[in-house]
């Protein structure tokens, strides 16, 4: 049986219950292995209480409980501040020790991967916080990844991958850059494959059986994706909106967008 993509869940997901305390990480966790997810997208701030001073103990606590329920944890990703406080604009130097300490606590958990993000890593002028963060990268064996995400487009983050041609270095695109309302073309979702080492499959509302998600092309991009022969991680993102009642409950939201993603596997 050839190798086939690996659907999983980003924890990003549960957001909107989490901040009314309806849900822990850990009642995510397991939510998202019930769902049928085989792997686990966590971010830093969001979902460790003591950030950015965790506990080692809680990181590799919440690993266990990923790695008991036959989940993997593919990505750690970062909030790359850009400002501290409202005083305070982080300089290059702060910038860089945010991205090393993110390689860092990936390799301690065995992580393949961080994304770090939202981060101006597509100026120029950064170009020298991505050069200053490679070696490091290297060093411990983590790949960095930046998020795709509308409204961007990916000009920029491909000439960035073209300009430093590092295995070290990646991209993660958000299907919601693509969506229909956005006009961007098939064309350039194929064009950043050859660098893609996760996905985010997003959807705004529950999906019912049987129906498609109706703001993003899936089906092709799902196909596109399947026709290169790519079997890397790709992560269920539910972020609700509009006024669907049923829209608020992510639990069923990240249900139903899992269910909807292994369609096309």
Same mark, same amino acid.
């Given at each position: 049986?050839?190798?086939?993509?690996?659907?999983?869940?980003?924890?990003?997901?549960? *957001?909107?219950?989490?901040?009314?305390?309806?849900?822990? !990480?850990?009642?995510?966790?397991?939510?998202?292995?019930?769902?049928?997810?085989?792997?686990?997208?966590?971010?830093?701030?969001?979902?460790?209480?003591?950030?950015?001073?965790?506990?080692?103990?809680?990181?590799?606590?919440?690993?266990?409980? *990923?790695?008991?329920?036959?989940?993997?944890?593919?990505?750690?990703?970062?909030?790359?501040?850009?400002?501290?406080?409202?005083?305070?604009?982080?300089?290059?130097?702060?910038?860089?020790?945010? !991205?090393? $300490?993110?390689?860092?606590?990936?390799?301690?958990?065995?992580?393949?991967?961080?994304?770090?993000?939202?981060?101006?890593? !597509?100026?120029?002028?950064?170009?020298?916080?991505?050069?200053?963060?490679?070696?490091?990268?290297?060093? @411990?064996?983590?790949?960095?990844?930046?998020?795709?995400?509308?409204?961007?487009?990916?000009?920029?983050?491909?000439? !960035?991958?073209?300009?430093?041609?590092?295995? @070290?270095?990646?991209?993660?695109?958000?299907?919601?850059?693509?969506?229909?309302?956005?006009?961007?073309?098939?064309?350039?979702?194929?064009?950043?494959?050859?660098?893609?080492?996760?996905?985010?499959?997003?959807?705004?509302?529950?999906?019912?059986?049987?129906?498609?998600?109706?703001?993003?092309?899936?089906?092709?991009?799902?196909?596109?994706?399947? $026709?290169?022969?790519?079997?890397?991680?790709?992560?269920?993102? @539910?972020?609700?909106?509009?006024?669907?009642?049923?829209?608020?409950?992510?639990?069923?939201?990240?249900?139903?967008?899992?269910? @909807?993603?292994?369609?096309?596997?």
């Amino acid at each position: 049986m050839s190798e086939q993509m690996k659907v999983g869940v980003t924890l990003h997901s549960y *957001i909107v219950d989490m901040k009314k305390h309806n849900i822990t !990480v850990d009642e995510a966790i397991e939510h998202a292995a019930g769902c049928g997810a085989k792997c686990i997208e966590i971010i830093d701030a969001e979902h460790f209480l003591d950030w950015p001073h965790p506990k080692m103990t809680e990181l590799f606590r919440v690993k266990e409980l *990923i790695e008991s329920l036959g989940m993997e944890l593919v990505n750690f990703s970062q909030y790359t501040e850009n400002e501290y406080s409202a005083v305070y604009r982080c300089t290059e130097e702060d910038k860089i020790q945010q !991205v090393k $300490e993110s390689i860092l606590y990936a390799h301690i958990l065995g992580v393949p991967m961080t994304r770090i993000t939202p981060f101006v890593n !597509v100026d120029p002028a950064n170009n020298r916080v991505i050069e200053k963060c490679l070696p490091f990268a290297e060093k @411990y064996n983590v790949k960095l990844c930046f998020e795709i995400h509308s409204p961007a487009k990916p000009d920029r983050f491909l000439e !960035v991958m073209k300009e430093f041609k590092s295995k @070290y270095l990646g991209l993660v695109p958000d299907f919601s850059a693509w969506y229909y309302a956005g006009h961007l073309s098939l064309d350039s979702f194929k064009e950043c494959l050859p660098y893609t080492i996760h996905v985010h499959g997003k959807a705004t509302s529950i999906i019912d059986e049987n129906h498609e998600e109706p703001n993003i092309p899936y089906r092709d991009l799902m196909n596109i994706l399947k $026709e290169y022969k790519y079997t890397g991680s790709i992560v269920a993102e @539910y972020e609700p909106a509009g006024f669907d009642p049923r829209a608020s409950d992510t639990r069923m939201g990240v249900e139903s967008l899992v269910k @909807y993603i292994s369609r096309f596997i």
